[in-house]
């Protein structure tokens, strides 16, 4: 008897050791997961915000604003299909869900969270540049986006007008300003793969965008559309002069990507032409004629010879043409310009021409034209032959940026003929997972459909 | 043979051993056990209980009991029962005296119902089949051990209604699924150790082991944890070596695996391995020897050479040249050889009244069908169980196993470095022989694909096993009414993989490695504590109480290299870039259950129970759930007079609930490495510039989730006829599934992408009925006959918001609401009968009273393509059934066999499909010749050409007459079959023969496995699934082929 009380003694001691430790189903590894930190450094947020921006300005995107704009052409498989305008909501959803999701909106909200509780204002203004960048392109080409409702509570988030979304951002770029003006906290340093962390060539560039971002709105202005004001907070093309004044000052304050020769840190239009996609892509003729024409200086940084020439292949077409330059803008370590001196000269150019001060408006072009690489500046151009010069300019200047298409669709120049019907494309289709997932997004309309900032159609 | 040798000594030795024992003044009990014809019965286990001493019968019916003489008093009158499995008990007093001998002979009737069998019911719980109130399924070990397998899984194939089989490949060592009462959750494609593959759960002597599939997630399968391509995997559970098992469990329902709570709602299997019986120690030995070969081939055409558009042109990659004038070469039978298993099994077992051991050792050497010897499959297992009682009413005991598999695979599926995707496309003029020229250079037909023997003798891909499993027990019974039971079970496994393919490869020329360690513990503790108090002779109770506590571990190291430094040298080191991809979880699960049982006169069987259950996986929001069971069964034939004919009559009914875990980390929010690439393989890494980024995962952490949950209520009845020579058992079952979980899209917008979300429901409903006969049962001749069949309804109710789920695979395998999980979606023909509203006016008047599979065929005479997506097959079978026989002659002789039955049940042929495009498969033969759809198809049209003929030529078997243009339909065949799943031939030595060897029992059998298949499939057997135990089925895409085996044995009793 003796033996079977302390047997049983035993067994309800096992029992009590069991069920004695009342976290056993909590712990590392349980409610932590082994292969995802749970939280990250402002550091490590940045890093993934800023290669996220790097793709989402000089990828996809930026190659079908080239494409369409026929300075580039689709020469072989889906490319040239894409280029004939045969698209679908499938071919934008990368893009669309990026700019929100990790890398996106969520982290650099979560970057203006840690920063904004750390007093560093440093990181705050930069990751507010960020958004405005990303955020201001994806409502140049997409138009209304969802935006005041994104990355909440909101499980669908509706779409803003478009014209609510350029003042936000607007404002969103004075705040990031001011923040940055305040020079408070370290900022990240060398992790800003852009400029090391530089405050004064931040300033800069939130600047030159909002000049960018004005400048968006002109056409609509002219046009007397209300939504511009909206847009605006006044008159677009003050506005947009006063913001460049305080703009990119130097080709060396420049807002550019950053890559180098290793695998996966390349100039992804070296990827995309060298690597990924050989023989779907080449030069378009209309980019390669007008450079050739008028003998501009860059036409070998930009493009490689075929046979001893630069050729151009028109839209969607499979022909011999060439490439991006191996030493120049295909190189795999060229660092792709997204915000530079260039644009915030040519927009005091072109905003100055528009409002009659056409001495302004000449010396800012050759600015530009200087840091362009041609040689004597021009003289006597007035009125309407110097806003086409400005606007040709511009095209050939802006070759590979986003912003070929939003010049484009506001200044019509050069005049280039659609690849199939009798107009270009006016936006992007919205990302098929977005639109599969939020019923506020409409479906896919014609690819010709145009925003409220672009109302109409070029000539 | 030194192997053999050596267990031969070993048997002679221990066999003479217990002679030494007993020296003092023992009881004997000698008999004799036979069957109502007076046939002899093995393996019965005589005992007497109150002596706790017992024995099991040799082939000659005989046992030899011996009462140890400190237990023996003089006329002391004790009860002696003779049972097993399949007859009916028999207890007899007998009266015992030291030194005396007694002689009690037996003769046994037979119980088809096998009612006094013991089931075990989980949980250390055991019942008579007689008092379950729920339909479990039993196998004996005899059935599966009577053809060569070595995956447990293969074994249970037809041999219980309600399950469904299907073995992944016939190349040694490949995983086999099994799906009991339907498909009760949707696959997570690419989801790392999701409990969704909609496997049961399996259970070896209460201890809850790992039967995962781990695919490597490499480039070679588009780092998807899919089976589409590399090499094949094993289930874990093969590690289990089947002459270990002494029965399996199937408990199907929810009603009867309730009791394991949230990792059941799949089912159960419990395994219960062979224990040794006290009383003269019994050694065994059973060599096997055998051949294997593939059972069905693919047609190949030897017509048509390398070439295009009629015209010979070495360049290309396709067979639609000139017709050939050289020689020709075998492609399909070139690959294939008659492969060789060896396999040897020896067990010890024995004990005395307080000690008991099993112990067996088994190896088998399997070098399969595909050419060469680079496709084997080594399993080496042994096995201790023993127990002892340490005092009155407590035994310890130890069951401990370990295994070791050396295995090597060829590489198949949509891999360019495949066996059969080169080597079916190859052209029929081209010599595949020999693989590397003169300069050793890699020599292929068109430098896409490997050439085959490349694959066979370049590529490698091993896998090295080593798990132990078992446990460690203690059993105390501190009164005769009171039951406690600790067990402490282990489970660890580590797979080390080696993907190789070497420099000239074709999918990396570079070369490729890819190295993976698989590691898997689980540790379990059971306590369990069992109550029974007979209210009155009429009212019996019994209570037992659990808890139960489970560490589940699961890491998996891979890395992979690519770029080979110098040749012949697979190591990571020796590679130009590496890319690691670890995953580790971790789940701990805490548990509390019930159950209460209630004999009302013994005929009324009442059960309830509940079980509580908490895991690490759970969301917050709820984290424990309960699943409770009731059970009750009425044995109608005590109160009520039934017919004489009819013997025995029960009827049964059943409601449960049961759960599917959750995967791990679904509820959590994290952030990751980034690699963030534009859409067209052009990307940047987050360490750009060299320091490390993270981004938010795209998946978002759910607040909310839960285990999904089937609720199923099951009725039947069992009866016997005829003094128990015929019985049946019917089974109706509703199961319906709710919170399944999905891969729900979220608005990018929010910032996130997916989230697992418990919204989808399933219902499975189905009959099962087993019919056993044993029409002829005379001395020298008893001929038995049973089967089973079964059918399920699954049907997907809903799926929250969306339409339908892509689950991944080749043919658009998708959840579909209003269809079976799992269903083919692809494009058709416009069909008469499933026009949709899109359908333009002419196809929809030309349709106009035609019958409802009529296709339109355009002005050309060719059909047209419909563009929408609908669902073009459904890989659920229709009906199984296995019907199995046995034939007994003089006692010695017997011949038995078994047939599998699959009714319906789609097989998309994309074998077929990708030959009909490359212009290799035989059909494509008829190039050249001008015919009408409807002669060429069989189908009904309607439209403007339906009278036209047109030219099969080239352009329409590369576009949409092939498998590679839109219309997928015409490659969803039936996947129906019959099969002689096995044949075994026994003969028993007689047994004075037999001594003379020194040996209780010889027996000889011979035996073969998938001997003969009946199938109007038209590729390689439809028994096949390129992705193994993942819920995506019927999917044919250059999988290796299925085989057949044909062994004889031997095998020595003493």
Redesign the interface.
Known sequence: MQFRKMASVCTLALAGVLAGCDDFLSGPGLDTDPNRPTAAELDQLLQAVQVTGFVFQTGDIARMSNMWNQAMSGIGRQQQVRDAYDVTEDDFTFDFSRMYSGGGLIDIRGIQEGGTELGDRTYVGIAKVWEALIFGTAASVWGDIPYSQAVSDVTQPELDDQAAVYAAIQTLLDGAIADLQAAAGEGPGDVDLVYGGDRAKWIQAANTLKARFYMHWVESQVAGSPLAATACAGNCLTKALAAAANGISSPANDFKSFHTNTAGEQNLWYQFMNVARVGDMAAGKALVDLMKARNDPRLLHYFEPVGGEVLGAPPATETAASKLADDGRGAPDFDQPIITYLENQLIIAEAHARTGNDAAALTALNNARTAGGWGAPLAGLTGAALLTEIATEKYVAMFQNIEIWNDHKRNCTPSLTPATGAQLPGRLFYGSDERNANPNIPAPGSITERNDNDPNPCP | MRTYRWLLAALVAVAAAPATVLAQEPATVTGRVTNASGAPENAVLVRINALNVGTTTSADGSYRLVVPASRVRAGQTVQITATRVGLQAQSRNITLNPGASVTQNFQLGTDVLELEGLVATGVGVSETRERLGVSISSVKAEDLTRVQNQNVVNLLAAKAPGIEVTSTSGDPGASASITIRGVKTIGLSGFPNAQQSGQPLFVVDGVAINNSESVMPSSVQYGEETDLAGAITANRASDINPDDIASIEILKGAAASAIYGARAANGVVLITTKSGQAGQTRASLRATFGWDEVNKDVPLQRTFGHGTGGVNNKAGLRSWGAPISGPTYDHWGELFETGNIADLDFSLSGGNERTTYYLSMGRTDHNGTIVGDHDFYDKTTARLKASHEV?S??KVSGNFAYTDVDASFIQKGSNLSGLLLGGLRTPPDFNNHPYLDEDGNHRTFGGVFDNPFFSINENQALSQVGRSFGNVAVD?T?WDWAR?N?TLGVDYSNDNRDDVLPLQNLTFPEGYLGKAQFLNKQIS?N?TGTFTRDLSDALRTSLTAG?S?EIRRFDRFFVEGQGFIAPGVFTLNNTV?RTPN?????????SYFGQAQVDVADQLFLTAAVRND???TFA?SE?RHWYPKFSAAWELSETLSLPELVSFAKVRAAWGQAGNEPPV?G??????A????????????????G????????LKGQDDLKPERTREVEAGIDLAFLESRASLGVTFYNAQTDDAILL??????????LQLTNIAEIRNRGWEVTLDLRPLDRRNFVWSIGGNWSTNDNEVLSLGDVDFVDMGGFIGTAAVVGHPVGVMRSNDWYRCGQLGEGAPDNVVSACAGAPADAVYVGANGQPVLDPEVRVVGDPSPDWTAGIRSSLRLFNNIELSGLLDIKQGGDVWNGTAGALYNYGTHKDTEIRGTSMTWSQWSGEPTVGPGATTAFVFDEAWFRGNGGGFGSQGKQFVEDGSYVKLREIALDYTVPAGYARRFGMSSIGIRLAGRNLKTWTDYSGIDPETNLTGTSPLRGQDYFNNPQARNFTISVSLTR
């Open positions: 005092a009413g407590l105390y501190p406690l600790y503790h306590l808890y506590r870039t670890e995953f580790h979880s971790r789940i701990h699960s805490e908490g895991f690490s917050q984290p980390y509820t959590l929010d994290g952030f990751t980034c690699q963030v690439d534009s859409g067209w393989n052009d990307f940047l890494n987050c360490t750009l510039g320091s490390g980024g993270l981004a938010r995962d795209v729900t899209p979220l608005a990018t917008s929010t910032g996130y992408q």
